[in-house]
């Protein structure tokens, strides 16, 4: 029986109706039958025989008064007889009649035509017989109607509502995370595993807007911690020049080199500015991939950041991490990135590591093949430097952020973290390339930390 509803839960809608329809009207037919049939034979065996009839004569006795007598008759039987008007003998002859046969008069009563011969309630119970086989059919009719509609919506409709009632009490009440199941291969089965479809986009949108909430938040922490401290220099020394001019303790080589601070100040709040507008656009922007070749633009980066690193006094060791155990010839020609997103990146980093460096930085450039996890490629580059690595604070944020998609807050209450903006942009032009970022330290002691970016190609 489970089995039948299954096969009938999968049919389709104009298929099921029909089917109920058919099986319907059959039944009303079959049942219609049978009523009308054993009603036609209960009241046949009320009704009297239709081939007899009742003989009425009307006769004058001896004595010259009439009588009426009465006998039911058979219609092609035996002879009619009417022996209690004849004088029997001893030895059971007919001697002579009662009376002049020519005063007979004989009448004949068809009884199926005669309903009043029959009793009260064998007439109540012939009539009813009557009109049960008009009203039952239709009664069926109506009968059938009726459970055809409620089993159709029972078996068909019921439950696929229910589930999608639920599933919009949820989406109301704001609960994304739920699962809408119903299994069905009908129009309604459809309907609700596009409804599940539609639940889930609308759960990654909220996410995403979720994510871009927290990103928004951590943004103006990142701003207002950077912003803090040439903003307090300006402060300071502005406090300073005018203490010392209303004192007029201030050489002119002092007050040059409170200018030159001030100025230095200055450049940082605008660079701060800049970045912050930048950020502004990083949702906006479109990325512009062109084909590049891959060794070309590595090796055109390191020789940057190796000039970069010597005006810090940093020794800067590249890595190329193609060519070994792979061989060069797995290595692409050319791959397709946005050249200044993707420099971007590397740079922010770069200085962040240049920052935190005691002497030496490290960088490693690299191209992974497509795998069936991420479906695509990456060009990666790791950057190591042999400062006091990233806090476990930070590390521990971005372990317990993998699940949301979130990113470590650079900064936490009272305690100054490594990267500030220029890791927050890092991360977000990551994703923006369809990449990741990750920071760790080495697994050395004092080995210094560790940022590794793997760009979508």
């Known amino acids: 029986m489970e089995k039948i509803l299954k096969r009938y839960r999968d049919l389709s809608f104009r298929r099921a109706f029909l089917l109920a329809v058919l099986v319907t009207f059959a039944a009303v037919v079959l049942l219609s039958g049978a009523a009308i049939l054993a009603c036609g034979a209960f009241r046949s065996s009320l ?74 309630r064998r007439r109540l119970a012939y009539g009813a017989c009557g009109v ?50 119903y299994q069905s291969g009908d129009e309604m089965g459809r309907l609700c595993a596009s409804f599940e479809k539609m639940r889930q986009v609308l759960l ?43 004192k007029r303790s201030l050489t002119r080589e002092r007050m040059m080199s409170v200018t030159k601070r001030l100025n230095e100040a200055a450049g940082r709040l605008s660079r701060y500015t800049e970045s912050v507008r930048y950020l502004n656009r990083i949702e906006d922007m479109e990325l512009q991939p062109v ?36 061989g060069e010839t797995a290595l692409p020609q050319t791959v397709r990135l946005d050249r200044d997103v993707v420099y971007r990146i590397t740079e922010n ?6 920052e935190a460096a005691r002497g030496k930085v490290r960088i490693s450039f690299g191209v ?6 991420w479906g695509r490629g990456f060009f990666t580059v790791e950057i190591r430097d042999d400062g006091p690595g990233f806090p476990e604070k930070l590390l521990q944020e971005q372990r317990n ?54 760009i979508g190609i």
């Open 47 to 120: 009704a009297p025989d239709p081939n007899g009839v009742m003989l009425k004569l009307e006769y004058l006795d001896g004595t010259g008064s009439p009588g009426i007598l009465e006998q039911k008759v058979t219609l092609g039987r035996e002879p009619v007889r009417f022996s209690y008007l004849t004088e029997i003998r001893e030895d059971g002859e007919p001697v002579s009649s009662l009376t002049d046969p020519a005063s007979f008069r004989v009448s004949a009563v068809k009884l199926e035509r005669a309903v009043d011969v029959m009793g009260p």
């Open 132 to 181: 049960l086989m008009v009203f039952l059919p239709g009664l069926f009719s109506v009968t059938g109607i009726l459970v055809c509609g409620f089993l159709f919506y029972r078996l068909k409709m019921k439950e696929p509502l229910a589930v999608l009632n639920r599933a919009v009490d949820e989406i109301i009440s704001e609960n994304l995370d739920f699962s809408l199941e």
């Open 204 to 246: 990654e949108n909220h996410r995403a807007l979720w994510k871009m909430a927290e990103e928004r938040r951590l943004l103006q922490a990142s701003v207002a911690h950077d912003l803090r401290n040439p903003i307090a220099i300006l402060a300071g020394y502005a406090e300073y020049l005018q203490i010392g001019l209303e």
């Open 291 to 326: 084909s590049v070749c891959v060794r070309e633009f590595a090796e055109n980066m390191a020789e940057d950041f190796t000039l970069l690193a010597a005006e810090r006094g940093i020794c800067l060791e590249t890595v190329w991490l193609w060519g070994e155990g792979s």
């Open 349 to 354: 980093l770069m200085r962040n590591a240049l």
């Open 368 to 373: 992974e093949e497509e795998t069936p996890v």
């Open 401 to 454: 952020r993998e699940t949301t998609g979130g990113f470590p807050d650079p900064y936490g209450p009272g305690e100054k973290r490594r990267g500030g903006l220029g890791l927050v942009v890092a991360r977000l032009l990551c994703r923006r390339h369809g990449g990741r970022l990750e920071i760790s330290n080495g697994a050395e002691p004092e080995a210094g930390g560790v940022a590794k970016v793997w």
